[in-house]
């Protein structure tokens, strides 16, 4: 039973710090809209495979 206790906590701490990378995502990358996307490649150049 010890075995089941400990890999429920390990699950809840994986948990948490799998909550916790999201929101640190969420907070730090920034929504952009297609248009915006695509306006901002524009003036990149072009790689050899996507022509």
């Known amino acids: ?12 701490a994986f948990l948490a710090g799998s909550l916790v990378a999201l929101a640190l995502a969420a907070v ?3 929504h952009t809209s297609e248009e915006a996307a695509r306006a901002d490649l524009s003036g990149a150049p072009e790689s050899e495979a996507a022509k």
């Open 28 to 30: 730090t990358i920034k």
């Open 1 to 12: 039973m010890d075995f089941v206790i400990q890999w429920v906590w390990y699950l809840l």
